[in-house]
């Protein structure tokens, strides 16, 4: 059902991105993969190069560009317009975790935050929004468990951004649903990504603990892949346990 289909993704670098760009790949979508640095796509193309079939490897194009600036995005709208690259599926999963008392953190981390979890989102939204509807396209945002919650202590800013985005996610699909687009919002719990690599707390080692990327990447492609004219509006992906374990790390903001 992807076949022959044009994606971009935000995020690739690592962990569910990754993951989800690995998978679309395999089921022959065309992929055009967002990544924050050139040091990151060299590292990723590397990678990909190493570890792709050559069909595969022949429909995956990656894109440097800094969510933090609204001037990049807007040159990288226009440049893929440029070249006529117009996807009819977005995936907009790049983010960014902050962790801590909200007095104690930095001015700069929380403009990070929510340029990177929030703005850009919107911001991608609102320049491919045309080519969506004019496909009938599908726009998956990767939200968090954190959007439902009101006591996401010491990580109160974070769950702001993802509450934020899956307003905004539903309501956009009130208004673009007479167009035939689809609007998915996916809420996954723990996940085993480098998001908490630099918080105070980490999911329990054991396997039921926590997700995995790849098994976040397989609810996006169910919802990718249902049925037209069925739209999956949001799902929450929990691990069976929950589980966290203290860790001694610095409250730095670091990207997934």
């Not at 800013?157 to 956009?172: D, E, P, R, V, W």
Request: hydrophobic share 40%.
């Amino acid at each position: 059902m992807l076949t022959n289909r044009t994606s971009l993704v935000t995020g690739v670098s690592s962990g569910i991105g990754r993951s989800i760009l690995l998978l679309l790949l395999e089921h022959g979508c065309q992929v055009h993969g967002i990544v924050k640095t050139e040091q990151s796509k060299e590292k990723l193309d590397a990678e990909l190069s190493a570890l792709l079939p050559p069909d595969r490897a022949k429909r995956c194009f990656l894109h440097v560009c800094d969510l933090r600036n609204t001037g990049a995005i807007e040159t990288l709208a226009h440049s893929l317009h440029t070249k006529n690259i117009r996807p009819d599926i977005l995936i907009l999963n790049a983010g960014v975790g902050l962790y801590g008392p909200h007095e104690e953190l930095s001015v700069a981390g929380l403009s990070e935050l929510s340029a990177v979890n929030f703005t850009a989102p919107l911001l991608l939204t609102n320049l491919f929004l045309r080519d969506i509807k004019a496909a009938a396209g599908h726009i998956l945002f990767l939200s968090s468990v954190t959007a439902a919650k009101t006591n996401n202590t010491h990580g109160c800013a974070y769950g702001a951004t993802k509450a934020g985005i899956s307003s905004f996610a539903k309501s956009l699909f009130e208004e673009v649903r007479k167009y035939g687009v689809r609007v998915t919002v996916l809420a996954p719990d723990m996940t085993r990504t480098a998001l908490y690599r630099n918080a105070p707390f980490d999911a329990a080692k054991e396997e039921d603990a926590s997700l995995s990327p790849e098994e976040v990447a397989e609810y996006a492609l169910f919802a990718l892949t249902s049925r037209y004219g069925a739209n999956l509006t949001e799902l929450t992906i929990q691990p069976q346990r929950h589980r966290l374990e203290r860790t001694v790390k610095s409250k730095v903001h670091k990207d997934t």
